[in-house]
């Protein structure tokens, strides 16, 4: 919202196009809301190693380790948040639905005049005129015969017939829901302004258009006002009469409706794609076959009854053969980047061993992550990659999987905050290593 908005500052804002400023702001107001919903998959491949060789790889399942954690009805931040954010919304709502009620009741509170598809409502409200829908609300102070009145008429038939409380009403709603975006409010802004550009050059087309600017200083009063509805007497007096009065038409203005067309496809580009990338690291050379050592930590999250029981899962140790060993003679081997090995005689471990990478995992988890995202009863395996490096640095953290619920996120978040490993050791060396992390969420009723 805030580059599509900042578009229109500083290339639209204050040019005689207004029907196409209408649409754009109303169309960039819908579309910065709607972008962030819309994921669009993009994937490619890269190849670290310019020597590429797949080899024979043994999988051994290592020993389960199972950490039960009970959240019961545990305070979560984010469940609070939303309920404050949820509360406030219904606030707007009321006095959304307040203001819509006075009107109404102002309405029935005094005579109505209908005519071809209006109907005029003579009031003493101080805001008045003001339209809403096909309501004029009319100030008897001002005569509708004389010509200042057939201007001011023309103006609120113009919003009328254009359907402006549709925008008004529409963006009202929008603020509700996302009152905590301060953009948001700069569109309302420039939306009004906009809606009374046009009814004022409607009004003024066939008279003066100094006169009628004449008429708005000197007809312009102040009052409170509804926030749904189109009043002639608008606080953006200074930018009404500056728009009427403007003749020249920007010498760009052409080149500045088209370029709205890459601006919103950068907007796009930035929401909508997510990148998933492939990448071939870096494979030891001098090893034919490889084992991948896995400590499977399973996080069990008990809310309610025990009626249904978790999936059980076999833990037997298993070899499996996945590949061959093939090399790409097109690609020549670099040797400026480390070697990172998948088989070591020494694995890297969590500084205590398995025990405390137990504790620190019941310490540091939030099972509560994939409650809060709704996810079903089931189990869930997030498998992590992560590098240790021979000064026990953790690093290249990612999930080989995608789980959904927050899941993924919150392992990958997990390892990250791990601090220090014991590096692995080859020949009785230090050296960079693999090491993947099954981390098990299990949700049951």
């Not at 008045?128 to 829908?133: D, G, L, M, V």
């Not at 000197?218 to 930018?239: E, M, S």
């Not at 789980?403 to 990250?416: D, M, P, Q």
Request: net charge positive.
């Amino acid at each position: 919202s805030t580059l599509l908005y900042a578009y229109y500052h500083f290339c639209l804002k204050n040019e005689k196009f207004h029907q196409y400023n209408r649409f754009y702001l109303l169309g960039a107001l819908i579309f910065s809301i709607i972008i962030p919903l819309i994921k669009i998959p993009i994937s490619w491949h890269t190849a670290s190693a310019l020597q590429t060789q797949l080899k024979t790889t043994y999988l051994s399942m290592g020993e389960n380790v199972v950490i039960y954690l009970k959240s019961g009805n545990t305070f979560s931040i984010q469940k609070t948040v939303l309920y404050i954010i949820i509360f406030i919304s219904f606030i707007f709502f009321l006095k959304l639905l307040n203001a819509a009620y006075q009107i109404v009741a102002l309405k029935r509170k005094f005579p109505n005049e209908k005519h071809d598809g209006f109907t005029i409502i003579q009031t003493e409200h101080p805001q008045a005129p003001f339209s809403f829908f096909s309501w004029i609300f009319w100030n008897k102070k001002i005569p509708l015969s004389t010509i200042e009145g057939q201007h001011i008429l023309k103006h609120e038939w113009y919003h009328i017939s254009k359907k402006h409380s549709v925008d008004v009403l529409l963006i009202e709603m929008i603020l509700c829901v996302f009152w905590m975006n301060p953009i948001f409010y700069l569109y309302r802004k420039e939306i009004k302004a906009i809606q009374e550009f046009l009814a004022d050059q409607y009004a003024s087309k066939d008279t003066d258009q100094y006169e009628y600017a004449e008429l708005l200083v000197v007809q312009a009063i102040a009052g409170k006002q509804f926030p749904i509805v189109t009043p002639f007497f608008h606080n953006q007096l200074k930018r009404r009469i500056m728009m009427l009065t403007k003749s020249n038409p920007s010498k760009y203005q052409y080149l500045k409706k088209i370029l709205v067309l890459p601006t919103i496809f950068l907007v796009g580009s930035l929401f909508a794609f997510s990148y998933q990338g492939t990448l071939n690291a870096q494979k030891p050379r001098s090893q034919k076959e490889e084992k991948i050592t896995r400590t499977e930590i399973t996080l069990v999250d008990y809310n309610k009854t025990k009626k249904t029981k978790p999936p059980q899962k076999k833990t037997k140790k298993e070899d499996k053969l996945v590949l061959t060993e093939i090399t790409l003679e097109e690609y020549k081997e670099d040797t400026t980047q480390p070697i990172i090995f998948t088989k070591v005689e020494e694995e890297a471990q969590f500084p205590g061993g398995p025990t405390e990478w137990r504790k620190f995992l019941e310490r540091n988890v939030n099972a509560q992550v994939a409650v809060d995202n709704k996810a079903p009863v089931g189990t869930f395996i997030a498998n992590i990659q992560f590098v240790v490096d021979k000064n026990g640095e953790v690093s290249d953290v990612k999930s080989l999987n995608k789980v959904g619920y927050g899941i993924e996120a919150e392992a990958v978040r997990v390892v990250k905050t791990s601090g220090k490993w014991i590096p692995a050791k080859q020949n009785k060396k230090p050296v960079t290593a693999y090491r993947i992390q099954p981390i098990t969420f299990q949700i049951s009723n």
